[in-house]
């Protein structure tokens, strides 16, 4: 019982993450698009934004990935 509720405590932080990093991606893209349908002219611009954002939400599902490995590894 005490393996299983520390397997949790060490895979929760990944879903959260995980999760949160999809909305977050979702939410860019579907921003970004809505503004290069708007304003064509513009949407190499867009583009370009939205591809730095959405490495930056990755960078932060592999941190919370390294993280939930580095806890999985104390138990």
Known sequence: ?????????????IAIGATAAAFAMRYIS??????????PDIAPQLFTAMLI?????EAL??????VTLVIAGRI
């Open 1 to 13: 019982m005490n393996a299983v509720l520390l397997a949790l405590v060490a895979v929760t932080p």
């Open 53 to 57: 954002g959405m490495a930056l939400v």
């Open 30 to 39: 579907v921003s970004a698009i809505e503004g290069m349908t708007r304003q």
């Open 61 to 66: 599902c592999i941190y919370t990935l390294v």
